[in-house]
């Protein structure tokens, strides 16, 4: 499998990052090795300094799918959670001054936290689906589809043009403001439509 993740999603966080508004989905893919199941804890990495959380929406594909029109495009998925996409921000930063891609930043092992996902069936509006991030018992990031740029049924439009999109590849759709550094004993919970999902330590 794979995890596609979009970059730029959303106003608020491209403000904070000081980045202009992409023409089309900002997309980078992380390895397998990136994930994180179960809510095990995550380690953190001994290359960095400066690993940040990044909390996005995350749909799991249902089916594979080559060019699929937009109009179809909610067929293609059937699970929606929430996951971390964490970030070497030291490395990346290095890389980006460079010019160099900055896959090692984004792609590390266990760099993809996912929690359980709900049944898409069983969310009423697809359409502002809320998620939130708490860390230490804090509410530090809260977004909803409403405010993407570019639509789920967009992004997998979009991505699947460019690959081939598999049962259990998973999409993270981009993150909204309040990113932030983790630190060693934080303990971050993100839930979806008040549902928690994913509840794990940073050690
Ligand atoms: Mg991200």
């Known amino acids: 499998m794979k995890i596609i993740c979009i970059g730029l999603n959303y106003l608020d966080h491209i403000s904070e990052s000081n980045n202009s508004v992409p023409s089309s989905p900002l997309v980078f893919i992380k390895p397998d090795n990136a994930l994180l199941r179960n809510s095990n804890p995550f380690y953190y990495p001994e290359f960095s300094r400066d690993v940040h959380y990044e909390a996005e929406l995350v749909v799991r594909i249902n089916r594979v799918g080559k060019h699929v029109e937009k109009r179809f495009a909610s067929r293609y998925y059937s699970g929606v959670g929430v996951g971390i996409d964490f970030t070497a921000r030291d490395l990346q930063q290095k890389c980006r001054e460079e010019g160099l891609p900055w896959e090692i930043s984004k792609g590390f092992d266990h760099s993809a936290p996912v929690g359980k996902f709900l049944k ?47 049962i259990g590849d998973l999409i993270f759709t981009g993150t909204p403001a309040g990113t932030g550094p983790v630190n060693i004993g934080d303990r971050l919970c993100a839930s979806v439509n008040g549902e928690v999902l994913l509840d794990f330590e940073i050690r």
């Open 120 to 166: 898409k069936e069983d969310i009423s509006d697809i359409n502002n689906i809320k998620f939130q991030l708490d860390i230490n018992g804090k509410t530090v990031q809260k977004g909803s589809t409403l405010d993407m740029i570019f639509s789920i049924d967009e992004i997998i439009s979009y991505v699947s043009r460019f690959f081939t999109l598999k």
